[in-house]
């Protein structure tokens, strides 16, 4: 089974709690604080593994949660980090954020790796938070929790060469003839239900990959026939071989043909439209192909298209063709999907994310973000210092300031997740 997209959840691990202690030893009557740190919490860490080729895996498990770290020590004891978890996938995957459609990766090469869900810092224990005038902090910090989100693995190809065209009309036994590949050949269209791969040697030390990829019929672009999981798997492709029924045996035009089917990639993607194309006509052993392969070359040749007079069934031709899909192979740089940069992968999708927000509901002023959740988890309400802590982190972060500008009056109540609190100016 050929398995090309699959959506999963991945949850990176929490961040360990930091912790409250304090030095009891022997002949230390006034130990100071040693609350140890909590550890990272693991990344979710998806690598690519060439022996894989196909999702299914992820058909069956949709669920990914890497290790939390623990919490901290006394004696200043930080807490070990979770393990990473790494989930393999295979070459050629692209991870999409699903909430945010952000590319956050494009997996082409053996080994290459990605975070993808970023584990949540430690805490800080309360030796931190000492100061000359703070001796015995009795509060510490809980770990932030791992980022968590729904992504969307999608499978394309990653083949030199795509035979594209109609349905039967011969992709499958040309890639036979011309690779060790033997794909399911009958005479009936959507034999091909999932792209083949073969690799065509051309001489010593000189090969491609190519792909016979399902058939394309009118209204692919919309979904019909196969629609998108063709077109899917031709966008990494350097050249396409377009491959027509020079026979006309189906009842259609082979110039029309290949308009139709060029108008169906251009809707779908207009960069597809623009990548080299080579037309074979194929079936020409058939009585009357070769008046329609003269009617191909008077249409396509003067637009810049080279046209091979090919038969799959008997081997004519096939040999020119794949010498010259050779030749332009190496005139034509990689195809590249996704430029990754720094600025694209997810966690700067969440960092462009305003720090908190401030509504009204009734009476009550209302501050939520992932920021100001972030600090809750921080505080400890039942100690006065810790209170302080967060009433100096919401002045240095203008949320004070934001709420004045609304109109702010003392005695007004300000709610910060399930705490509330009476605004003093």
Partial sequence: MFIDKARIYVKAGDGGNGIVSFRREKYVPAGGPD??????????????????????????????????????????RSGRSGEDLIIKVPPGTIVINESTGRVIADLKENG?????????????GNQHFATATRQVPDFATKGEPGEEFYVILELKLLADVGLIGYPNVGKSTILSKVSAARPKIADYPFTTLV????VVSVGEGTSFVMAD?????????????????FLRHIERTKLLVHVIDASGIEGRNPVEDFRVINEELAKYNAVLAE?????????????GAEENVKA????????????????????????ELISHVAEKLAEIPETVLYEPSVEEVVYTAEEEEEPYEISKEGDVYV?????IRRLMLSVNIDSHESLQYLHRALKRKGVFDELEKMGINEGDTVRILDFEFEYIK
Avoid at 50 to 75: H, M, W
Avoid at 275 to 287: G, S
Wanted: glycine fraction near 20%; avoid cysteine; proline fraction near 5%.
């Fill in 35 to 76: 609350g140890g740190d909590g550890g990272k919490g693991g990344d979710i860490v998806f690598t690519v593994d060439e022996g894989l080729r196909t999702l299914i895996d992820f058909r069956y498990k949709k669920k990914y949660v890497a290790e939390s770290g623990q919490n901290g020590g006394p004696s200043n």
């Fill in 112 to 124: 290459q790796s990605v975070v993808v869900a970023r584990g949540g810092r430690g805490g800080k």
């Fill in 195 to 198: 792209p083949n791969l073969g």
């Fill in 213 to 229: 990829i399902p058939g394309l019929i009118e209204g692919a672009h919309m979904g019909v026939g196969l629609g998108h999981d």
């Fill in 275 to 287: 990548r080299p194309q080579i037309v074979a006509a194929n079936k020409t052993d058939l009585p």
């Fill in 296 to 319: 191909l070359k008077e249409a396509l040749e003067p637009l810049g298209y080279t046209v091979f007079s090919i038969s799959a069934a008997t081997g004519k031709g096939l040999k």
């Fill in 367 to 371: 501050i939520d973000g992932k920021w």
